[in-house]
């Protein structure tokens, strides 16, 4: 069975409620039809009459349970939350309302915080940045966590590397400055991500242009520093570094450059050393290789909210909310 599909099984046998606020997109009413079609979430949509029925037009949506941000009975309780959460940032009731009712994606991370829903899904049509935002200031980090970051679970075809062809890359998305202790972070999260969609076991390559020494430079030093920080934190993790991609990925190249190394030749959890390697790294692979690349997920943040890019199909939407609830199951 293809990953996606394995996905789609399990967010089904536990349906969990995902909001989608991005009305103002055909694609999230296409998606919407196929999630609801197939049972794979219970879907919120938010939107005015108007949004709705200009976009929805051609497509059932008849499961979902629409909320007018203009007119909906619980909007008191979400502006009271909001202000809860920042009026130490200086936010007032006011300031609250406006808020939710120009971003929706405001209201949608207010409905997971008040426990109206269990996760949320946008990025069609508006930017990463704009898109996880909100969720950065009304959700924050899992206790414990610095950094929310973001991954893509990369699905390659007809490829024995990896898991089957199958890889976590981090961080593709979010932190522009990563510092070796952000990265040990991520090292953490991202082998816990892998583990929870693929099942299978991290292991955990932290990558470079030099493998074990062999170049000499500040960026070399601040792989092999998260290196020692993660293998500190998470002892029993596979994990190693810091390793060239050929010497991660490919047993005679990862066996020469890296001998004795758990992790070398066999890894599928590759840590980028920075967001220019990560988000350039997931996109070749995506395009060079035809793989499926689903994301971004969010990681390290304390309820799921994912990202979608702004070139996304309908297919990859009805994807990312099955990922988005899988994650909520494992809550
Ligand atoms: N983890 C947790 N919290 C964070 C993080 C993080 N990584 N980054 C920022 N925050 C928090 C801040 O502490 C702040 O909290 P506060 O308001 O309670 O004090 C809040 O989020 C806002 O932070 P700012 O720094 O003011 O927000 P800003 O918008 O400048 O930055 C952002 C955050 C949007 C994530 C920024 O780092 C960014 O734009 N990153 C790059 C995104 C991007 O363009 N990615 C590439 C494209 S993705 C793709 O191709 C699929």
Redesign the pocket.
């Known amino acids: 069975m293809a990953f996606i599909d394995e996905v789609y099984a399990r967010a089904k046998a536990d349906k969990k409620t995902i909001v989608l606020p991005e009305s103002m997109d055909k694609r999230t009413f296409e998606a919407a039809e196929k999630i609801l079609k197939e049972g794979i979430a219970n879907l919120i949509i938010i939107g005015t009459p108007e949004e709705i029925a200009e976009n929805s037009k051609g497509y059932d949506i008849s499961g979902a349970t629409i909320v007018d941000p203009f007119n909906d009975p619980n909007k008191q309780k979400y502006i009271d939350k909001f202000v809860e959460l920042?009026s130490k940032?200086g936010v007032t009731p006011e300031m609250a309302k406006e808020q939710m009712e120009k971003d929706y994606m405001y209201y949608a991370c207010l409905m997971c915080k008040c426990g109206d829903a269990d996760g949320a899904v946008s990025g069609a049509c508006h930017?990463?940045?704009?898109t996880?935002?909100p969720a950065?200031?009304l959700l924050?980090?899992k206790p414990g966590i610095?950094?929310?970051?973001?991954f893509?679970l990369m699905e390659v075809p007809n490829c024995e590397l990896g898991e089957n062809g199958l890889f976590v890359f981090a961080d593709?998305?979010?932190?522009?400055d990563l510092d070796s202790a952000k990265l040990a972070e991520i090292a953490g999260l991202s082998a816990e991500s892998f583990r929870m969609l693929t099942g299978a076991e991290p292991k955990v390559a932290m990558l470079s242009y030099s493998s074990k020494g062999s170049a000499k430079h500040d960026d070399v030093t601040k792989v092999a520093e998260a290196v020692k920080i993660a293998k500190e934190k998470f002892p029993d993790l596979a994990l190693d570094g810091e390793l060239q991609l050929d010497a991660a990925l490919v047993p005679s190249v990862g066996a020469s450059k890296a001998p004795g190394s758990p992790v070398a030749g066999h890894a599928n959890t590759l840590v980028f050393p920075s967001?220019e390697a990560g988000?350039i790294g997931?996109?070749l692979v995506q395009r060079l290789a035809k793989a499926g690349a689903y994301?971004?997920v969010l990681q390290?943040l304390s309820l799921p909210v994912n990202?979608l890019?702004r070139g996304c199909f309908a297919e990859d939407i009805v994807g990312v909310v099955a990922i988005t609830a899988v994650q909520a199951q494992g809550r």
């Open positions: 920042r940032k930017s990463t940045g704009n996880i935002r950065l200031q924050k980090t610095s950094s929310v970051s973001g893509f593709c998305a979010v932190n522009t967001l988000n997931y996109k994301g971004p390290g990202d890019s």
